[in-house]
């Protein structure tokens, strides 16, 4: 996690400390804010920035937008390439072995 987002994170969960404080003596409005709070601080940690393509060979970064899950490849090709190099490595696993001449 880089400086600044260390920073966020922390402030944010400052903040929910106090709010859950709040929320201890009753006050509904504050445990609403403490669960927003702790929320947004679990996002911006679990959040890696933009990160590169899980295709081998490729080297492109990837962007997140911040809806849906998080993108693996940075194109249809390279997600359609590891999809069938997978395919290839697993007919090839299960395969059946040649026939072995019986030991007597």
């Known amino acids: 996690m880089d400086t600044t987002r260390h920073i966020e994170v ?3 969960l400052r903040r929910a400390e106090s709010a859950a404080r709040d929320a201890l003596n009753g006050d509904q409005a504050a445990a609403r804010t403490t669960l927003a709070l702790v929320a947004d601080a679990r996002q911006r940690a679990e959040d890696t920035g933009s990160g590169l393509c899980g295709h081998p060979d490729c080297r492109n970064e990837l962007h997140y937008v911040g809806r849906g899950r998080r993108p693996l490849y ?3 090709v390279c997600r359609t390439d590891v999809y069938q190099a997978t ?3 697993a007919r090839a696993l ?6 072995v001449p019986a030991q007597t």
Do not use: D, F, R
């Open 94 to 99: 299960i395969k059946a072995p040649e026939s």
């Open 87 to 89: 395919q290839m490595a």
């Open 10 to 12: 922390c402030a944010l």
């Open 74 to 76: 940075c194109s249809a």
